[in-house]
């Protein structure tokens, strides 16, 4: 996005917002100020989805609803209660809010196919509602709104540019979305909803305002189209054919970005006048809607303004050489911090785990198991595949949830925490299989992680100076600063370990749990891994290392504590861990010795 | 009582045909992980194709099932391979906004082929029914019933007697480990989805004869499936099944206690309470992506 304001196609929104601006001045044709009005309130309409959909990464079949509810709320006041229809406007906006409120409620614990199916469901309930309460709705029939009292000669300018100014206002919001914490926030949860939870990021509120602010710019948009129409009716108004337009406008546009909603929609609206005048309506429009849907899901997935300028951004850096095979060495750059205090002393449990389960069916992946991480050790958790390794890392992280048995942590009972609340306490974790939000940049990866949560973080800058400096000193303690502005999915797996690293570190974590820091990367970066990790230990960050490494492990961790079939079997030192029968049977084998320990210096 | 015993007989009658139609649609996202919302518009394909062999031949339309089947089971192939291949790796929006199109593309066809009126398979049998006492079976509803259950029956036989039966489920179950004991998961895939459609085919002749349709009503349709999916675990055969049962029965309990034209409402409400108290379905115990915390 930012790339396009330097271009000279940064102009192009600056000319078209005039040209819009100043139309009705210069033709007083109301078959373009029609088309242009229903333009702009699917322009609208689009830039609302964007938030939830290009943002958060929700996709919502349900849009019209809220269209619907605003439309209503205005014909509905203006006609019982009285009134400018107007002025009703905001309280549409409130009303779409509301309902979108009520959807986010019942969406808490549903995401990909089923919230789907829930904005359907939404939508065809909504209407079967506005259908079936006559006596409120006078049904199928519809409703008639007040005849505007401006003057005719002023045509409908007051639609006009009441919806211009909604419009302003909505890809201003976008705007400002897009550069704070809310919309990295709403970006990282697209990118991986229980990863965000794991670094900090509240995602019930995060989700529900996003929810929120769509429902209040959809109200409003419904209510000056349905002023506009001057007349609603449940099977116009509730159409799910509107909602495939916002869509259509969206994605075709650009989901996620600033300026391509509003393409669609200037794209899209003609289209749809074409079809309703040539083509008769009805079943042209669902030919075209249809067809030119397909066409944008298999062959413009991305649509036009990440297209064209991914092009273009790709004509500019031809020839120069990419980062990705770049050498990862050099010494150590220890950055100056210190972890926040904990409430317990060195050597007493900072984390402690008991009596733990968790049963998939039948498996019995953690099954009554105890154990605790001593304030300033560097402790291992190892076992054979299959033992419950990562299950309990996924408990004690918040990622699932136990059947039963307590986590403690620094003195608190967190395992009915959500994620983000643990992460907020200071627990920081990586996963096995890394998991970096892979559209966005290894800069913006480490920014990304929030160490609490305060109503005015949402509207704090994605980016304030502190942090990009403390991210960037983060990067260069890994050696990963030259890839910043690289996305996070083009960096190979071991330099994804790295960022991972760097990103957690953001949290200022008391314990930081590894999951294989040293799986499935080269030996030169084993080595520097161990040495991190003990460097940062050295000043006060505990850690919980899950490693089939052994040389790694036996040489870095003390305490090393022992899984077999869910359950800790055994606890101590290297020494003692490593000739102990019950080990040696469950896990390491009775030809085990340990030459040499390497990833140790 | 009686009106009690009636509403539930139609009920069950009803849901034993719902849960033919639904049958198609957990299997395909069972496999693939796609929600087929082109679903009710195959239905409603097929009950105009039944109409059509209807009226130009006198075919008996739960006869006709004998073609509407291979029928649908073509088309469905021919799609796989031709669209939904491409976008079986997708994300969810990918997958949902692309059947989603194709069934506007389908409604506009059949409103250019059939007209957008309502047509209604009308056979000698259509508004007869069993006296037993005092409740009445209508005699539609109960063949039709009949015939759903007896493909739901071959359906079963299929999946749980034969090798490419026993390759969908074990693909549904757990895709990686059905590649790994020679399971072609790609093939699969397009099996299920042509044997997903060809349900639809046998799903949409009954509903010619139950129901008066148009191009428009696949909305229907799709919110009935959908709600009898999530409601029974989506992904779950029996799930669907028993699903169904509880729609069609709370269908005609709605109708019978609050009125009939809340009775659309019930798979939306379903859908509503399900997601908000128990999202993975009575019958979806496995641990699903798709299901947070």
Known sequence: MTRIFRSPWALLPVVGGIVLFTFPFFSDDLFWQNMLILSMVFAIGAVGLNIITGFAGYVSLGQAAFLGVGAYTVGLGALKIGGDPFLWVPVAGVAGGLIAMLMGLVAMRTRGHSFVILTIAMLFLLQLIAINWDSLTNGTQGISLPIPTWDVAYQYWPFYYALFALLALSVLLTWQIRRTKFGMGLIAMREDEDKASTVGVNTPVYKMLGFVLSGVLLGMAGGIYAYYLAFIDPRGMFSILISVQIILCMLLGGRGTLWGPVLGAFLVEPLNELANQEGGGGNTRLLIFGGLMMLVVLFLPKGIIPTVSERLLARRQRGKAGLVGARVDGPLVVPDRTPPATSVKAGEPLLEVKGLKKHFGGVKAVDDCSFSVPQGSITALIGPNGSGKTTAFNLIGGTMRADAGEVWFDGRRIDRMPAYRRAHLGLGRTFQITRLFREMSVLENVVAPLRDFTPGQLNRRAFSGDEADKAMELLAFVGMERFRDMKAGELSYGQQKLVELAQVLMLDPKLIMLDEPAGGINPTLIERMGEMIRTLNSQGTTFLIVEHNMPFVLGLCDPVLVLAQGRCICEGTPDRVQSDPRVLDAYLGDDFTLDQPVGVS | ?293
């Open chain 2, 1 to 293: 009582m009686t009106e009690f015993l009636q509403a539930l007989i139609l009920g069950l009658l009803i849901g034993g045909v719902y849960a033919l139609l639904a049958s198609g649609l957990t299997l395909i996202f069972g496999v693939m992980n796609v929600i087929n919302v082109a679903h009710g518009v195959f239905i409603i394909a097929a009950a105009f194709i039944t109409w059509s062999l209807w009226r130009a031949t006198g075919i008996d339309p739960l006869a006709s099932i004998l073609i509407t089947t291979p029928m649908m089971f073509a088309v469905g192939w021919v799609l796989y391979v031709t669209t939904v291949k491409r976008i079986a790796k997708a994300p969810p929006s990918s997958s949902v906004l692309l059947t989603f199109a194709l069934a506007l593309v389908i409604e506009g066809i059949l409103g250019i082929v059939w007209g957008n009126t309502s047509h209604a398979v009308r056979t000698a049998y259509f508004d007869q029914s069993f006296d037993l006492g005092s409740i009445f079976l209508p005699k539609a509803a109960f063949y039709g019933c009949l015939v759903a259950v007896a493909v739901l029956a071959a359906l079963y036989v299929f999946l749980n007697r034969t090798w490419t039966g026993r390759a969908i489920r074990a693909a549904a179950i757990n895709p990686q480990g059905a590649r790994l004991v020679g399971v072609n998961v790609a093939a699969v895939a397009a099996m299920t989805f042509a044997v997903g459609i060809a349900v639809t085919g046998a799903g949409g002749s009954i509903v010619s004869v139950l129901y008066p349709f148009l191009p428009g009503s696949h909305y229907v349709w799709i919110s009935r499936t959908l709600g009898i999916i999530v409601l029974g675990g989506m992904g779950s055969l029996p799930g669907a099944v028993v699903g169904a049962l509880i729609l069609g029965v709370g269908e005609t309990m709605t109708t019978t206690y609050i009125g009939p034209e809340w009775a659309t409402a019930v798979p939306f409400v379903l859908i509503f309470v399900v997601l908000l108290l128990r999202p993975q379905g009575l019958m979806g115990a496995r641990l699903r992506e798709d299901v947070a915390l």
